[in-house]
Each structure stands twice: as C-alpha cells, then as structure tokens.
C-alpha cells in the first residue's frame, strides 16, 4: 500500500448469503480530498460506506487507513482512529436538546476514562459547543429537543456530531437526503466549507449531480457493486458508463 | 465527579425529605410507622438501582438475585466470621452483588428487552433453587441475622433506622453524581440511539455493564440492609421472583423522573402492603393490583409525574 495516500482498499469485497453487494473495489484517497460517491439505488455505495466506517466486515480485501490495515474494525475504533461518519437518516438523541447531543460527542471525544465521571455540563465544553452550534448555524435550535427539529437540521446536528472528534476522513451517506430543496445547498455550503478549513478529507454518498458538481473534487460512480468510473466531475459526468448506468440519460 | 453534586436542587430536596423522615421517623411516628419507612428506605435503593437500568430502556425482572446475595453475603460472613457491624455488613454487601453483577454482566449487557428481562429473572430462579436445596443455608428457613454493632456498640432500631437513612443519602448523592455525569447521560443516550453512541466511540456494551454493575450494588446494599433490618434471611422473602416482581412494580409506580422518587414509592409501597394485610388479609394482593392498575391508567409515569402535574398547575396558578 502506498502511504502518500490516507485511505486505500484493495479487491475489496461484500456478499450477503452469496449474492455479491460490492466487489473488487480499489480506491485510493489523498489527504484533503472532497469525493463523490455516485450511483443508482442497490449500487454498492452505503455498503462500501459501511465497511470503511466498520458497520460492516468485508468478505475479502483490505482497507488501509494512514498505512494501516483497518479490514474489519469495530465503529468506536474507527472513530477513535479518526475515521467518523454521518448517516443517510440521522443518527442522533432524539428525545435530547440539539446542545446535550452535542456535548455528548464532545465529551466522548475529548475525555477518556475517569474523566467520563465529571459533569457533563461544564462552563469550557459548553462554549465549545456554542461555536460548533453557530458554524454549523443551529445556535438558535440549541435547546430545543432534536425530535421536533426540521430533517435539514438534524442532518446538521448529525454531522456536526460526526466532525466534533477532528475525523482525518469523514463520510457523508447522503447528507441532502430527505432535505428540502430549500435546504440543500445551505446545509452543503455550511457543511464543506467547515470542514474544508478544518482540511478534513471528505467521502460522501450523494444522488443529486447539481451537489456533486458544485462541491466535489473527483467522482467515484458505483454499478452493481463495482466502481465504473473514477475521475474529475466534468468528465465522470460526462463518462457514457456513468450516463447510462447511473443519470439514466 | 462531587463537584458541586450538594447545590444540585434534586440532592438538595432528597435530602431535606430524607431529614425530616428521619426526624418524624425517630422521635414522633410509632414504632410500626418507623418500620415501614425504614423498610421502604431500604428496599428503595433496590428500586434506584433499577431505575438506573430503566432509563435506558433495560428492565430486570430478577432484581432480587443481587437483594438477596446481598443479604446473604450478610448472613454468611456473621455465621462463618461473626460479621456484626454495620458498617462491614453494608460494605460486604455491595461488594458481594457487585462482584456477581460483574460477572453476570459480561453476559447481560448482550441482551436487550425481553431477554434481558428474562435472563435476569432466569438467574435469580438459579438462585433462589440453590438456597432453597442448601440445607447449610437454612434451606427454605433461611438464616436469622444478629443486631447489628457500630464498633463495637450494638445498634438500636432507631440508630439503625438513622444509619440507613444516611445510606441512602450517600446513594443519592452518588447516583444523581453519576446521571449527571458524562457516562450517566449516556443512559438516555442509548436508550435513543445505540449506533450513535457506538460511532461517537464508546462502547454500548461497556456503558450497560458499568450500569448493571451500579445497579446490583445498590440491590445488594438494599438486601444487606433488609437483613440487618429484619433480623432475617431466606429464599422466599429474599431471592423469589416475586420479589423481583415487588421491586419493579414499586420502580413503575414510583416513576423515573427525579432521584428521590424511588425512595418515596418505596416507603408508600411498603404502607400499601400494611394496611391491604389489615384491611384485607385474605385479599392484600387485589389492593396491590388494583393500586398498579390506577398508577397504569392514570399516572403512567408514576408517582412523581403527580407531583410533576400539581407543581406545574401551581405555577399556572401563580401566573
């Protein structure tokens, strides 16, 4: 494996009960890298998610992380190596205030062991937190409970929660999904332009080519489980493969 | 993890009710009063046990395998060591449950709903056979339990009583510590969301076992207590389901939203069973139900959703 690139994997591989999800993925990714992740419903995208991010133990083949083999870790050793991620329906506290799902992953990832005992609400993490609320503009949601918050709000919680533990990668699955289209383009502009100061490298699943082509570097298209192009979003998006099997045009 | 736990107001009002019920308790209430609270104070750190395990959604219907290890680790160290004081009871105790709760969790913190509850109560049975076959232990007689010492002084009902009370402050202190804390608002956190707390990097199965672990220390401080309380052990008052089936039915009707509410239910509880076994020994038991089904119907979230209701429609008032 080469290490002049963050994150690798090798033939990698997923089959459920022998029908096969993914197969022979190859994908090397360098440092500050913003990817697009493309493809029709059933192509493979959340399940190669799944396998860097730990949800899921590939079949065969190998993840390389920084020069290490990953292949098969669990999610919390993921996180704690620096490889975090957002999901397709928000994964946050529901029945809690936007502010106490935050200072949760805060805590979690600033404190470890006998640490985990002081009081959650302390005077510096909240501060923290309020800067983390007004970057990523929920400051105002703050004390609301997440459950009555709009989906565009929860998917911001959801990857603020994902980024509050400094990710060196960080996976977006879908982060406009179920958004307005009011929404969209503030959730992505407050969301890359955060992590683009923070040079976090940035895989994510998105459907929608008009926030593919304005936030991306380079393209992954994904068909029935395998990688069909890899290139700028000018030419993926341009590639017959990719017309035909992903745009459907 | 103390900072500042005694300006916390749940602390505060725990501790001013948990006062003046020692006072009443002590000096002016009759014997029998005093009993039942002293009773109820025990049996409650049972039930904030269990109320720990509740709030994320985990429930225990063997609870009293930790009550009664407790008690019997009390009855077992005065036979074989001559354990008298109250202070090495309580300890040993604690000790006893925590140890078998930690073991027992590598296993439990596995299991979710249904098979949780079953699985504990599957491992109290396991227990309550063992006693009940044990003819060293008394069998289904039990064993009977000396007054307790307090270095060596023997303690009076009322010192007793006032000793538990301060156990149960110390708990409170503790367990509204830990729920404040990080890991403790982990408990609802869960209870929301396990893959999330998974991807913020903690383990779910670490957080339910570190709470189980709490939770059948204090069942087992409850049973220690009980048994230095009632001067007596055995399986059928200790370890039997229906003890197990007690201790939840006091967690429901007590409610999950402040740290005193198990103590309070408890110590009602304990005032409903006497006066069903005076009003209606043949029938105590429909009173209990019936008490279950109003609290069920009517105040689904327990005793303290009442006091919730009336504080907020004071409020309304005032406005």
Redesign the interface.
């Known amino acids: 494996m080469n290490n002049n690139f963050i994150l690798q994997t090798k033939d990698l591989q997923k089959s459920f009960s022998g029908i096969i999800a993914a197969e022979n993925i190859n994908i090397s990714v360098k440092e500050g890298e913003i990817i697009g992740i493309i493809g029709a419903n059933g192509a493979g995208k959340t399940v190669f998610v799944n396998m860097i991010?730990g949800y899921l133990k590939p079949t065969s083949g190998k993840i390389h992380f920084l020069g290490n083999d990953i292949t098969g870790i669990?999610?919390?050793e993921?996180?704690?190596i620096g490889v975090?991620?957002s999901?397709q329906v928000s994964?946050?506290?529901?029945?809690?205030t936007v502010k106490?799902n935050l200072?949760?992953?805060m805590?979690?990832?600033k404190?470890k062991g006998g640490?985990?005992?002081?009081?959650?609400?302390d005077e510096k993490l909240s501060k923290e937190c309020d800067k983390i609320l007004d970057l990523y503009k929920i400051k105002k949601q703050g004390d609301l409970i997440v459950s009555t918050l709009s989906q565009g709000m929860r998917k911001l919680l959801d990857i603020a929660?994902?980024v509050v533990?400094n990710p060196k990668v960080l996976l977006l699955d879908e982060p406009t999904s179920g958004v307005s289209v009011e929404e969209k383009f503030g959730i992505m502009d407050i969301v890359i332009s955060a992590l683009k100061k923070s040079g976090t490298t940035v895989l994510f699943v998105e459907h929608d080519m008009e926030i593919v082509e304005r936030y991306v570097d380079r393209v992954i298209a994904f068909y029935q489980g395998q990688v069909i192009c890899d290139d700028t979003p000018k030419k993926a998006l341009k590639n017959k493969k990719v017309i035909q099997y992903v745009l459907g045009s | 993890m103390f900072k500042g736990i005694l300006k916390d107001q749940s602390v505060q009002t725990s501790i001013g009710v948990i006062f003046i019920l020692l006072i009443f308790g002590s000096f002016i209430l009759p014997e029998w009063m005093s009993n039942n609270f002293m009773y109820g104070m025990s049996r409650g750190l049972a039930v904030l046990g269990l109320m720990i395990l509740w709030r994320t959604n985990l429930v225990s219907f063997g609870h009293a395998l930790y009550y009664g290890f407790g008690a019997y680790a009390v009855a077992l160290c005065q036979k074989f060591f001559g354990v008298t004081d109250i202070l090495l009871r309580l300890l040993i105790a604690v000790a006893a449950a925590g140890l078998l709760g930690f073991a027992l969790g590598f296993i439990l913190r596995k299991y979710r709903e249904i098979f949780f509850a079953m699985l504990s109560l599957a491992f109290s049975m396991v227990l309550y056979g063992l006693l009940a076959k044990a003819e060293f232990l008394g069998s289904t007689d039990g064993m009977s339990i000396s007054p307790s010492t307090f270095f060596g002084t023997e303690l009076g009902r009322i010192a007793l009583f006032n000793f538990i009370g301060l156990v149960v402050i110390l708990a409170i202190i503790f367990a509204q510590a830990y729920l404040r804390s990080s890991l403790g608002h982990l408990t609802t956190a869960i209870q929301d969301n396990e893959i999330r707390v998974e991807y913020l990097g903690y383990s779910v199965e670490k957080a339910i076992h570190i709470k189980y672990v709490i939770s059948a220390c204090l069942a087992g401080g409850a049973g220690g207590l009980m048994a230095a309380s009632l001067g007596q052990v055995d399986p059928d008052s200790m370890v039997l389901w229906s003890v197990s089936g007690e201790l939840v039915f006091v967690t429901i009707m007590s409610g999950l939203g402040n740290i005193l509410a198990p103590f309070i239910g408890a110590v009602i509880f304990e005032f409903i069973r006497t006066y069903a076994f005076e009003w209606a020994p043949q029938a105590w038991q429909m009173i209990i139900g019936g008490t279950l089904l109003a609290i069920i119907f009517f105040s689904p979230g327990g005793l303290w959703s009442l006091f919730q209701k009336l504080n907020f429609l004071r409020k309304k008032n005032n406005e």
């Open positions: 991010t669990k999610p919390r993921a996180t704690h975090c991620r999901f994964q946050v506290f529901m029945t809690m106490q200072m949760i992953a805590s979690l990832s404190k640490q985990l005992l002081l009081p959650l609400e929660m994902a533990g």
